[in-house]
């Protein structure tokens, strides 16, 4: 009993220290190819062991992380980063802190694209 409770799935523990939101987010991942491990594609059923590095690409960012220990439940944030080191590169990093906030938000910039119905109205009248 105590051997099964030793093995890990990836997308287990990838959920459980919080680098996807849902378990099946974990997995579809896997099976996309955005978590690596030596640079070959992992499956979401891989056992994790202590001291395995992976890279995995989330929505926000590219991570590179090594297991330092083996979490089986989702616990807090500040609990869940305890079993993990990110070792994300520093150019990697700073991509990310270089796209714009508004790329995200889903709102557009300001005076670009389509007219508001203000300026709808004022380009009306202009042509009239």
Known sequence: MSTE?????????????RLFKTRSQ???ACSKGKVKFNGDNVKA??????????????????WRIKVTGLLHTRVQYS???????????????????????????????????RPTK???RDLGDFME
């Open 45 to 62: 059923s891989r056992v994790v062991g202590i001291g395995d590095e992976y890279e995995v690409k989330t929505e926000a960012k590219k």
């Open 118 to 120: 203000k300026e709808r």
């Open 5 to 17: 409770k030793e093995k890990l799935r990836i997308d287990k523990y990838l959920w459980s220290i």
């Open 26 to 28: 974990a997995g579809d």
């Open 79 to 113: 609990e869940a980063i305890k079993f993990y080191i990110d070792i994300t590169p520093e150019e990697e990093v700073d991509k990310v802190t270089f796209v714009a906030s508004s790329f995200h938000t889903g709102k557009r910039l300001s005076k670009v694209g």
